[in-house]
């Protein structure tokens, strides 16, 4: 379905913000990941594609490549120590150098009231979420010190909510949030910047469905919940997924090298930070 208020991207034409830098991109599937990875290509990057569904990633590398962009393709969980060495091995070897990390991967635990999680629930979505971009940026830190490069968690604006159902993946997103601002601290005299990302409500094919799934559960429809979920928003709408990987790779730009320690929220003016 679509949306009430599409993404006004008619007026958007890309340019080589990325001209010839290397950005790793984790957790990419559907929605923003595919966004990233598409917007980066149309900017000049070359990509590595990490994720755990192989098919998906050749199929967005094709689809890349047969735009003029190049792809570099790794299968990996980033929770598995192997892996993550696997990918940052293969990037390296395929490019010689890496200017940007992105952290894009997520988990979300049950949506439940924080006392009725169980705690092993917490811990396995905080391996994706908070100890996978610890170890991730660990192991690209020398190479990003080459290039003084970047790193960019995905944060989101749950952080700003207080909603009990949301009260898991906030504790994680928390985590996420100081451990970016304490790795621009540690990183910065080697020249690497660490930012964070925060969307709202992004409307790709996960939120579409999650709203078709909260209309049959009310007796509304489709409309009626984007419009809800969008009134409080100043532009009156959501960001498209192509929207906030733009605004992403700023971040990951030459026009950021003065940002760093960074949450960027991109949310129509949902919250004001």
Same mark, same amino acid.
């Given at each position: 379905?679509?949306?009430?208020?599409?993404?006004?991207?008619?007026?958007?034409?890309?340019?080589?913000?990325?001209?010839?830098?290397?950005?790793?991109?984790?957790?990419?599937?559907?929605?923003?990941?595919? &966004?990233?990875?598409?917007?980066?290509?149309?900017?000049? %990057? +070359? *990509?590595?594609?990490?994720?755990? #569904? !192989?098919?998906?990633?050749?199929?967005?590398?094709?689809?890349?490549?047969?735009?003029?962009?190049?792809?570099?393709?790794?299968?990996?969980?980033?929770?598995?120590?192997?892996?993550?060495?696997?990918?940052?091995?293969?990037?390296?070897?395929?490019?010689?150098?890496?200017?940007?990390?992105?952290?894009?991967?997520?988990?979300?635990?049950?949506?439940?009231?924080?006392?009725?999680?169980?705690?092993?629930?917490?811990?396995?979505?905080?391996?994706?979420?908070?100890?996978?971009?610890?170890?991730?940026?660990?192991?690209?830190?020398?190479?990003?010190?080459?290039?003084?490069?970047?790193?960019?968690?995905?944060?989101?604006?749950?952080?700003?909510?207080?909603?009990?159902?949301? &009260?898991?993946?906030?504790?994680?997103?928390?985590?996420? %949030? +100081? *451990?970016?601002?304490?790795?621009? #601290? !540690?990183?910065?005299?080697?020249?690497?910047?660490?930012?964070?990302?925060?969307?709202?409500?992004?409307?790709?094919?996960?939120?579409?469905?999650?709203?078709?799934?909260?209309?049959?559960?009310?007796?509304?429809?489709?409309?009626?919940?984007?419009?809800?979920?969008?009134?409080?928003?100043?532009?009156?709408?959501?960001?498209?997924?192509?929207?906030?990987?733009?605004?992403?790779?700023?971040?990951?730009?030459?026009?950021?090298?003065?940002?760093?320690?960074?949450?960027?929220?991109?949310?129509?003016?949902?919250?004001?930070?």
């Amino acid at each position: 379905m679509s949306a009430v208020h599409p993404t006004p991207a008619h007026t958007y034409q890309p340019v080589p913000l990325l001209a010839g830098k290397v950005i790793v991109i984790s957790g990419v599937g559907p929605g923003l990941g595919h &966004s990233l990875a598409t917007e980066a290509a149309r900017m000049g %990057a +070359h *990509l590595v594609l990490a994720g755990r #569904t !192989e098919k998906r990633l050749h199929e967005y590398a094709d689809e890349i490549t047969a735009s003029g962009g190049t792809a570099t393709v790794v299968r990996a969980d980033i929770t598995d120590e192997n892996d993550r060495a696997t990918l940052a091995e293969t990037a390296l070897a395929a490019h010689g150098r890496i200017d940007c990390l992105i952290n894009n991967a997520f988990a979300i635990p049950p949506m439940y009231p924080i006392t009725q999680i169980d705690v092993e629930a917490l811990r396995v979505a905080n391996e994706t979420n908070v100890f996978a971009p610890l170890r991730l940026s660990a192991l690209f830190a020398d190479a990003l010190a080459q290039t003084h490069g970047s790193i960019i968690m995905l944060n989101s604006c749950v952080s700003y909510s207080s909603q009990p159902e949301y &009260s898991g993946y906030k504790l994680s997103k928390g985590a996420l %949030a +100081h *451990l970016a601002s304490s790795l621009a #601290t !540690e990183l910065g005299p080697r020249g690497i910047r660490v930012n964070s990302v925060a969307p709202s409500y992004v409307y790709e094919d996960i939120n579409k469905a999650y709203f078709d799934w909260l209309a049959s559960q009310s007796g509304r429809t489709h409309d009626e919940i984007y419009r809800e979920k969008a009134a409080p928003t100043d532009l009156g709408r959501l960001a498209g997924p192509e929207e906030v990987a733009r605004a992403t790779l700023f971040l990951a730009s030459d026009l950021a090298t003065a940002v760093t320690g960074q949450m960027l929220t991109v949310d129509c003016g949902e919250f004001h930070r």
